[in-house]
């Protein structure tokens, strides 16, 4: 069964810091998309991608926050640099029409 | 206000308890409704999916679309401890582009045996 592919699973990282996120979706899915989910709640859209453009990026903190997508496949999103409230888990989804399917997430940690 | 709430519960049954989920938006605008079933420390898994109004059905599960009172729930029938997770509803109105899904807090569930 296809699954959208997420790595590292999990990543501790001290503030200040770099770290990036990478994701391979679902074979045919245009549609990428990048979620953070904070510990009780549900996930908040970061960005999405049709494709290599970006759809939506209105919640991205872009002075520290930023993904692509440069051939249309996979997609790496960075936070530079990093800060304690970015704790979260990091989620990338996928579709070819309207559901979405999702990774299994990284877990971010900042100490 | 949200425009998607959901009752963070915790809600807990018994095995073999019918549970009933729900959550209310406040957008006209969306038409397409899902459910996610979340485990701890794992990605979301789709469970139902269902555009505009009307009921549909899936095994023990059964989710059920109202727009005209802004209202969506989910049925779970003969619940096993197996379902114990956290149950995502998520929405969106779907453009030309695609459209983002907005999601609520999410039910933590609890089916004890």
């Known amino acids: 069964e296809a699954e959208v592919a997420q790595s590292p699973r999990y990543k501790i990282t001290e503030k200040s810091q770099a770290v990036a996120f990478w994701c391979d979706p679902i074979?045919?899915?245009?549609?990428l998309y990048w979620y953070r989910q904070i510990l009780g709640q549900g996930p908040e859209l970061l960005v999405q991608?049709?494709?290599?453009?970006?759809?939506?990026d209105s919640q991205l903190p872009k002075d520290r926050f930023s993904a692509e997508r440069l051939k249309g496949v996979d997609s790496t999103l960075k936070i530079q640099p990093a800060e304690l409230g970015d704790s979260a888990m990091y989620l990338c989804?996928?579709?070819?029409?309207?559901?979405?399917?999702f990774g299994q997430g990284t877990r971010l940690t900042v100490v | 206000q949200k425009e998607v709430e959901q009752d963070p519960g915790p809600l807990s049954v018994p095995e073999g308890a019918i549970v009933s989920l729900n959550c209310t938006y406040s957008?006209?605008?969306?038409?397409?409704f899902m459910w996610y079933r979340q485990y701890s420390r794992k990605g979301p898994e789709l469970l139902m999916y269902t555009y505009s109004s009307g009921n549909k059905e899936d095994g023990r599960f059964t989710a059920q679309v109202d727009k005209s009172s802004k209202y969506i729930s989910l049925f779970i029938r003969d619940s096993q401890p197996s379902d114990s997770a956290t149950y995502l509803c998520?929405?969106?109105?779907?453009?030309?582009?695609?459209?983002?899904?907005?999601f609520g807090q999410g039910t933590e569930l609890s089916v004890k045996p």
């Open positions: 074979s045919g899915h245009a549609t």
């Open positions: 957008n006209s605008a969306f038409q397409y």
């Open positions: 989804a996928s579709s070819l029409s309207r559901e979405a399917f």
């Open positions: 991608f049709q494709d290599e453009s970006v759809v939506d």
């Open positions: 998520a929405m969106s109105a779907f453009d030309n582009q695609g459209g983002k899904l907005i």
